[in-house]
């Protein structure tokens, strides 16, 4: 049964660098076939090794990596003439799928705008949610309008002046019953804690 693989295998690739006719390792070969014809890496692996002893494609040894490719002899000799169409088809048919290429980058990105346009139903829905929003707020700026006990503001800007005195007065109080507090700790032979539970105490008792 793996002799049939093998053999199987062999004829895949075999086929495959004469088709391509361009250098392969292993791993290349096997990752190019594998999904199609299901065959694991030794496999391909023994198969190729199979064909270079056989003499239907030969190898080359690059460091620890071995690169297999088509027996060149099999094919016929290409003039310069050949070669230099052959250059110009390539070049055409790289500029044609250039610009294949960016038409299908194109054709995303719209369709990547489109994807996500909002679609009649959603801008309808919006549209109502808004609405609704609006007659909220008309709704409560009409009730606004009609209270008669608005503050006018000059009597705003007179509690807030008013406001800020207060709170000056009550930051200064705040630190001159601080500055006496320290002054009296300096003497006072217990803690902070202990000295405002006294005072406390005696403010009940004045009570």
């Given at each position: 049964?793996n002799?049939?693989?093998?053999?199987?295998?062999?004829?895949?690739?075999?086929?495959?660098?004469?088709?391509?006719?361009?250098?392969y390792?292993?791993?290349?070969?096997?990752?190019?076939?594998?999904?199609?014809?299901?065959?694991?890496?030794?496999?391909?692996?023994?198969?190729?090794?199979?064909?270079?002893?056989?003499?239907?494609?030969?190898?080359?040894?690059?460091?620890?990596?071995?690169?297999?490719f088509?027996?060149?002899?099999?094919?016929?000799?290409?003039?310069?003439?050949?070669?230099?169409?052959?250059d110009?088809?390539?070049?055409e048919?790289?500029?044609?799928?250039?610009?294949?290429?960016?038409?299908?980058?194109?054709?995303?990105?719209?369709?990547?705008?489109l994807?996500?346009?909002?679609?009649?139903?959603?801008?309808?829905?919006?549209?109502?949610?808004?609405?609704?929003?609006?007659?909220?707020?008309?709704?409560?700026?009409?009730?606004?309008?009609?209270?008669?006990?608005?503050?006018?503001p000059?009597?705003?800007?007179?509690?807030?002046?008013e406001?800020?005195?207060?709170?000056?007065?009550?930051k200064?109080?705040?630190?001159?019953?601080?500055d006496l507090t320290?002054?009296?700790?300096?003497?006072?032979?217990?803690?902070?804690?202990?000295?405002?539970?006294?005072?406390?105490?005696?403010?009940?008792?004045?009570?």
């Amino acid at each position: 049964m793996n002799k049939q693989k093998e053999g199987a295998a062999a004829s895949v690739i075999l086929k495959y660098l004469n088709d391509q006719n361009r250098p392969y390792s292993a791993q290349d070969v096997f990752g190019n076939l594998q999904r199609e014809y299901s065959f694991g890496k030794t496999t391909a692996v023994k198969a190729l090794e199979q064909l270079t002893q056989d003499g239907k494609i030969k190898e080359k040894v690059y460091g620890k990596q071995k690169i297999y490719f088509a027996d060149q002899s099999q094919f016929a000799a290409v003039s310069e003439a050949d070669l230099k169409t052959l250059d110009i088809e390539i070049s055409e048919l790289s500029e044609k799928f250039q610009n294949v290429q960016q038409s299908c980058r194109q054709m995303e990105a719209e369709l990547k705008e489109l994807n996500s346009s909002m679609t009649t139903e959603e801008v309808s829905l919006e549209i109502a949610a808004l609405n609704q929003e609006c007659a909220s707020h008309q709704k409560r700026l009409q009730k606004i309008k009609s209270a008669s006990n608005h503050v006018a503001p000059e009597d705003k800007e007179k509690v807030y002046d008013e406001r800020k005195l207060y709170v000056k007065e009550w930051k200064r109080r705040k630190r001159m019953v601080g500055d006496l507090t320290d002054a009296v700790l300096e003497g006072y032979p217990k803690s902070r804690k202990q000295f405002y539970a006294s005072v406390d105490e005696v403010a009940w008792i004045s009570i």
